[in-house]
């Protein structure tokens, strides 16, 4: 007879065993509590939600809801779709946005082309979709990011930025790798950021400010971060194309951020893309050549999250502290900081025409690598159609932080860059 106390010991060894879940694409974070999950999920539904014209959508766009953009593989991953920015470059080289704010004054509806209107569903509205001004001479297309993993992203420390940024000026000088840690103005006055991180140029800080410049420049949905309308064409809109009874479309402070919160919840609290295993000795090989040749130096494999790190709930600075952001290994490959990637023309890749937040034009926020398995067209623009294509982008071959790097895949055998191209296919 099997002793009583055998199985009593049993229970308590099953009861250590932890069962890892793989989590499928979109999901949320693991460790939500039941309050973050539920935000989780109001928030998946506001994302893939059609906005109208009540909650004050327009009077131009350029689309309706998240989820028209943000799609592949799945709801809050990118997409090819292109996003037009544009304004007038200067013979001395100063930009100038075309909102009015930029040195000449010109307001003509800069700096995101909007091509959609309300015209089609208010029959009095005459304003039409944005096409370019006359005065741009500086055009620029980037395609859609994912949103994987946001949250962690958004809770890295300013200070992990700014060291890195100083140890890549200290180390990598051989290189001529030194990435620059973008301070950014910020408009939500509880964020704890004010380095950027997100966007192509890290021009936002925090993921409520990203979210809040998607809803009044995308959606033209005005809100309490973004409270000036964005004239179309630079004309004074025409009153027949609004129809927001329910959130007034120009102070909009008594929304509360009613809209853009769920939208940032659901960016928080969704799981980045796991890497999938490599497919044999070739792959693994590759990564150690990701390393040799400096890749690593720029696409850096992870950040930490604070031992505390907190979740901003609404305007008025209220947040939680969650278990789900905090002590993370953030394994996005991507130092976040601004690199020079050199004079490239016009047309050619990488192109530098605009200038978003504190970048220069020839300065781009490094790329995160996770998720880039998912992913059939590469750099800020999708010109190139494969890895390869994108590797060979990163400058002129000439100028740039790029070049050493570049140099360095080139010399390699036709064997090795393919192990290095299958090792990039697994993020």
Same mark, same amino acid.
């Given at each position: 007879?099997?002793?009583?106390?055998?199985?009593?010991?049993?229970?308590?060894?099953?009861?250590?065993?932890?069962?890892?879940?793989?989590?499928?694409?979109?999901?949320?974070?693991?460790?939500?509590?039941? +309050?973050?999950?539920?935000?989780?999920?109001?928030?998946?539904?506001?994302?893939?939600?059609?906005?109208?014209?009540?909650?004050?959508?327009?009077?131009?766009?350029?689309?309706?809801?998240?989820?028209?953009?943000?799609?592949?593989?799945?709801?809050?991953?990118?997409?090819?779709?292109?996003?037009?920015?544009?304004?007038?470059?200067?013979?001395?080289?100063?930009?100038?946005?075309?909102?009015?704010?930029? $040195?000449?004054?010109?307001?003509?509806?800069?700096?995101?082309?909007?091509?959609?209107?309300?015209?089609?569903?208010?029959?009095?509205?005459?304003?039409?979709? =944005?096409?370019?001004? $006359?005065? /741009?001479?500086?055009?620029?297309?980037?395609?859609?990011?994912?949103?994987?993993?946001?949250?962690?992203? !958004?809770?890295?420390?300013?200070?992990? #930025?700014?060291?890195?940024?100083?140890?890549?000026?200290?180390?990598?000088?051989?290189?001529?790798?030194?990435?620059?840690?973008?301070?950014?103005?910020?408009?939500?006055?509880?964020?704890?950021?004010?380095?950027?991180?997100?966007?192509?140029?890290?021009?936002?800080?925090?993921?409520?400010?990203?979210?809040?410049? /998607?809803?009044?420049?995308?959606?033209?949905?005005?809100? $309490?971060?973004?409270?000036? =309308?964005?004239?179309?064409?630079?004309?004074?809109?025409?009153?027949?194309?609004?129809?927001?009874?329910?959130?007034?479309?120009?102070?909009?402070?008594?929304?509360? *951020?009613?809209?853009?919160?769920?939208?940032?919840?659901?960016?928080?609290?969704?799981?980045?893309?796991?890497?999938?295993?490599?497919?044999?000795?070739?792959?693994?090989? *590759?990564?150690?050549?990701?390393?040799?040749? *400096?890749?690593?130096?720029?696409?850096?494999?992870?950040?930490?999250?604070?031992?505390?790190?907190?979740?901003?709930?609404?305007?008025?600075?209220?947040?939680?502290? %969650?278990?789900?952001?905090?002590?993370?290994?953030?394994?996005?490959?991507?130092?976040?900081?601004?690199? !020079?990637?050199?004079?490239?023309?016009?047309? %050619?890749? $990488?192109?530098?025409?605009?200038?978003?937040?504190?970048?220069?034009?020839?300065?781009? +926020?490094?790329?995160?690598?996770?998720? &880039?398995?998912?992913?059939?067209?590469?750099?800020?623009?999708?010109?190139?159609?494969?890895?390869?294509?994108?590797?060979?982008?990163?400058? !002129?071959?000439?100028?740039?932080?790029?070049?050493?790097? &570049?140099?360095?895949?080139?010399?390699?055998?036709?064997? !090795?860059?393919?192990?290095? #191209?299958?090792?990039?296919?697994?993020?």
């Amino acid at each position: 007879m099997q002793s009583p106390l055998r199985y009593v010991w049993l229970i308590c060894l099953l009861s250590l065993v932890v069962i890892t879940v793989q989590a499928e694409v979109g999901d949320s974070l693991p460790n939500l509590t039941p +309050r973050e999950t539920a935000l989780f999920d109001n928030g998946q539904r506001q994302f893939l939600r059609l906005w109208g014209l009540k909650q004050g959508v327009g009077p131009v766009l350029t689309d309706g809801a998240c989820s028209r953009c943000h799609s592949v593989p799945v709801l809050g991953g990118g997409n090819t779709r292109h996003w037009t920015f544009f304004g007038l470059l200067n013979p001395d080289g100063t930009f100038d946005p075309l909102d009015g704010s930029g $040195p000449s004054g010109l307001n003509e509806g800069g700096i995101l082309l909007q091509p959609l209107s309300n015209q089609a569903f208010l029959p009095n509205c005459s304003q039409g979709g =944005e096409k370019l001004p $006359p005065n /741009a001479n500086a055009i620029e297309d980037r395609i859609t990011p994912q949103t994987f993993g946001f949250g962690l992203v !958004d809770a890295i420390a300013d200070a992990d #930025l700014i060291n890195q940024a100083a140890f890549e000026l200290s180390n990598y000088q051989a290189d001529g790798i030194h990435g620059v840690a973008a301070t950014v103005p910020t408009y939500y006055a509880a964020a704890p950021n004010k380095i950027g991180r997100f966007g192509q140029k890290a021009q936002f800080a925090n993921l409520i400010e990203m979210a809040a410049w /998607a809803f009044a420049q995308g959606m033209g949905i005005t809100n $309490p971060l973004f409270v000036d =309308e964005n004239l179309p064409q630079g004309m004074p809109i025409d009153p027949n194309c609004t129809l927001n009874s329910d959130v007034p479309n120009n102070t909009n402070a008594g929304s509360g *951020g009613s809209g853009i919160f769920p939208i940032s919840h659901f960016m928080r609290f969704t799981a980045p893309i796991v890497p999938a295993k490599c497919p044999g000795t070739d792959c693994a090989q *590759g990564q150690a050549i990701f390393t040799a040749i *400096g890749c690593d130096k720029c696409h850096l494999r992870s950040y930490a999250t604070p031992t505390r790190a907190s979740a901003p709930m609404d305007l008025a600075g209220n947040s939680v502290v %969650s278990r789900a952001l905090s002590r993370q290994k953030v394994k996005l490959y991507s130092d976040l900081l601004l690199h !020079d990637l050199g004079n490239a023309d016009k047309g %050619s890749i $990488p192109e530098n025409q605009t200038v978003t937040g504190v970048a220069k034009l020839s300065q781009w +926020r490094t790329a995160p690598l996770w998720g &880039i398995q998912y992913r059939t067209r590469y750099l800020h623009n999708g010109a190139a159609q494969s890895l390869d294509a994108a590797i060979r982008g990163h400058s !002129d071959d000439a100028t740039g932080e790029a070049v050493t790097v &570049i140099n360095r895949y080139k010399a390699l055998s036709p064997f !090795d860059q393919q192990a290095l #191209l299958d090792f990039l296919n697994t993020l």
